[in-house]
């Protein structure tokens, strides 16, 4: 079946502009996570969400960041104003139950590489 | 806080056994994962331990013991294709967010 996508798969922009980034977890999966990660480091944590309730957004870098999944399905991560330090991959997972309790891996997309010029 | 501390890189030879290591604190836990990255690709699933002991799959095994705050991975028999980063991921017991570490590199030679 399908996995995570991730839309789009590369992105360049120009610093100050808005970007958006998508992301569609597997069919059914109620938990879908934001990832960032820099070259040669694991998986820094941005957000995560249950259905469409926003669990945990601790990550998030500053209020540049927000994210959204209204319907309990695709996600959009966006940021504002984007600066060069917001270069990176982003990653998006989902797991098919919510964390915790139980054994419960995630399913990582292939990301989406940003770079602000 | 949470910290979570593995080695940065390892090196083994094809058909041994490496074990890597993951030492971890946090305010709450709620189980300990193990991921595997190939370069250029998405992190995969390898193992989950919430409860001390060996969990054994296949060539991969993965321990744990919660009052060392410590978890291992196993591989046994190596293969070139086991050449990859292994990500340590803790679990919070507070808000259920996952938290990596920076991932050991290794590199297995014929």
């Known amino acids: 079946g399908a996995g995570v996508s991730q839309s789009p798969r590369y992105k360049v922009t120009k610093r100050g502009q808005d970007v958006a980034l998508r992301c569609d977890p597997i069919?059914?999966?109620?938990?879908l996570y934001w990832y960032r990660q820099a070259l040669g480091q694991g998986p820094e944590f941005l957000t995560y969400?249950?259905?469409?309730?926003?669990?945990?957004k601790s990550g998030l870098p500053n209020d540049r960041f927000s994210a959204e999944r209204p319907e309990g399905s695709i996600s959009t991560l966006t940021i504002q104003r984007t600066e060069q330090r917001d270069s990176a991959m982003y990653r998006c997972?989902?797991?098919?139950?919510?964390?915790?309790?139980?054994?419960?891996?995630?399913?990582f997309g292939p990301g989406t590489r940003l770079t602000v010029l | 806080g949470q910290n979570i501390d593995q080695p940065t890189e390892m090196t083994a030879t094809e058909g041994a056994i490496v074990q890597i290591n993951c030492t971890y604190q946090?305010?709450?836990?709620?189980?300990l994962f193990w991921y595997q990255q190939h370069a250029g690709e998405a992190p995969t699933f390898l193992s989950y331990?919430?409860?001390?002991g060996l969990e054994e799959k296949g060539r991969f095994s993965s321990f744990l013991s919660r009052s060392k705050g410590y978890s291992y991975l196993l591989l046994k028999e190596l293969q070139m294709k086991d050449s990859a980063s292994y990500l340590c991921?803790?679990?919070?017991?507070?808000?259920?967010?996952?938290?990596f570490g920076t991932g050991t590199r290794l590199k297995v030679l014929a």
């Open positions: 997972a989902s797991s098919l139950l919510p964390p915790g309790g139980a054994e419960n891996e995630q399913f």
């Open positions: 069919s059914g999966h109620v938990s």
């Open positions: 969400f249950n259905y469409e309730a926003q669990q945990d």
């Open positions: 946090t305010s709450g836990f709620n189980g």
């Open positions: 331990n919430v409860l001390d």
């Open positions: 991921a803790v679990s919070n017991s507070g808000t259920y967010k996952y938290i």
